[in-house]
């Protein structure tokens, strides 16, 4: 029987599953570097960037906070943090709709969390906090997947491996993908499919995105009063192309609004 799962009410199998990009870190935190003020990560999770980023910055007397839906995830940012020995302002909130009555000289949102906001007004609703919670001169850095028309194109039904893991209960857990893209939303209804000896498919964790085409991100920013001023292939900041994997995406606001 198959169970389906909330993936963002378990931490512990968030953070088995869900390995951070390569250089995802050195890449957040040379943009910290080079910002000032505070930062402020939206759709934080367990913390993996928060805690790190905020060990290295308190070194310079600045200060890291966190925003996230799901309160599974930030119970494990706090523990990550307590354990770390690191202040970090936790907030439960939607990057949508949220008020944090101050400014930040950087906002970020990494590992392809903005493209759960699946419509447009979805993401102009959380640009426009961006902008309102962005200090004059701001910082606004985000990654996600560059769309691979062979991979959205793919049967509903297609299974592809996605990652193999032991468990020390079940053993060897075998997880599997499915995409069902649809064009006219560009949004992706898929999910990750977990099979086990003598338990196939046992689990089944849905995952929707917003799918935003290279052409179609400048346009979609400017529209809402943000600059794209760079965009690299990966976090090594490699010239980005039609075969990159991801947006890796540097912006500041082109208006100022008062908080």
Known sequence: MTVDHDLYTDADLYDRIVAPPA??????????QGASGEVLELACGTGRLTVPLALALARDG??????DLAPAMLDAARRKAADAGVAI???IGDMRRFALERRFG???????????????????????CVRTHLAPGGIFAFDIFNPSVRLLARLPDERSTVMRFLDAELGAIHVETTIDYDAATQVSRGAWIFSAPGRPDYLRVP???????????????????????ERHG????????SDSPRQVCICRATSTREA
């Open 23 to 32: 250089e995802s870190l050195d890449f957040y935190l040379a943009v910290a």
């Open 62 to 67: 600045r200060h890291v906070a966190g925003l």
């Open 89 to 91: 302002e936790l907030t």
């Open 106 to 128: 950087m906002i970020f949102v990494a590992f392809n969390s903005l493209l759960h906001l699946t419509t447009n007004d979805a993401l102009r609703e959380c640009f426009a």
């Open 207 to 229: 995952l929707h995105l917003r799918s935003i085409f290279p052409q179609e991100l400048p346009v979609l920013l400017a529209a809402n009063q943000l600059e794209l001023v």
């Open 234 to 241: 990966d976090f090594g900041r490699e010239p980005f192309t």
